[in-house]
C-alpha cells in the first residue's frame, strides 16, 4: 500500500482535541492498513517520530431517514503517539500565528538588548565624564590655593 494512502483524515472530535495534550494524534486510515504502515506513514508525511500506534476498527451502524433505511460506513481510527518535543499542527493558520509570535517575541528581545547595550554605554559615558569634571574641578582648587 503506498504510504500517502494509508492515512484518509485527522479525526477532530473533543475526545482527541483532549488527547493532543497527552501528544495522542488520532487520524481516519485505510481498513487494511496495519500499525507499522500507520507509523510509517505518519513519521514520513508529518516528519515526526512515533512512538505507538493504536488501532480501533469502527463497524457500519444502521441509520435511518425518514424510509429510507442504510448504514453508515466502516472505517479504522488510528491513536498514534508521538516522541516529546515533536507536534503536528492540522491548523495551517495556527502554524503561522506562532511563527508571528516567535519572530515578534526574537524581536521584543533583541530590541531589549539593544537597549541595555545603550543604557550600559550612556552610564560609561556618564561615569567618564563626571571624572573629568571632578578632575578639572581638582585641579582648578589646586590652581586657586596655589
Do not use: C
Request: a positive charge; hydrophobic letters at 35%; aromatic letters at 8%.
Amino acid at each position: 500500500m503506498e504510504i500517502t494512502r494509508v492515512i484518509k483524515s485527522p479525526v477532530l472530535t473533543e475526545k482527541s482535541n483532549d488527547a493532543l495534550g497527552k501528544n495522542v494524534y488520532t487520524f481516519e486510515v485505510d481498513w487494511a492498513a496495519n500499525k507499522f504502515q500507520i507509523k510509517r506513514a505518519v513519521e514520513f508525511i508529518f516528519k515526526v517520530k512515533v512512538l505507538s500506534v493504536n488501532t480501533l476498527k469502527v463497524d457500519k451502524q444502521p441509520k435511518s431517514l425518514g424510509r429510507y433505511h442504510g448504514f453508515t460506513n466502516k472505517y479504522k481510527k488510528a491513536f498514534v503517539k508521538l516522541a516529546e518535543g515533536y507536534t503536528i499542527s492540522f491548523y495551517p493558520q495556527e502554524e503561522e500565528k506562532q511563527d508571528k509570535a516567535k519572530v515578534e517575541k526574537e524581536k521584543a528581545e533583541a530590541a531589549k538588548a539593544e537597549k541595555e547595550k545603550t543604557a550600559e554605554k550612556e552610564a560609561k559615558l556618564a561615569e567618564k565624564i563626571a571624572a573629568k569634571k571632578a578632575k578639572k574641578s581638582s585641579v582648578a582648587k589646586e590652581k586657586e590655593e596655589k
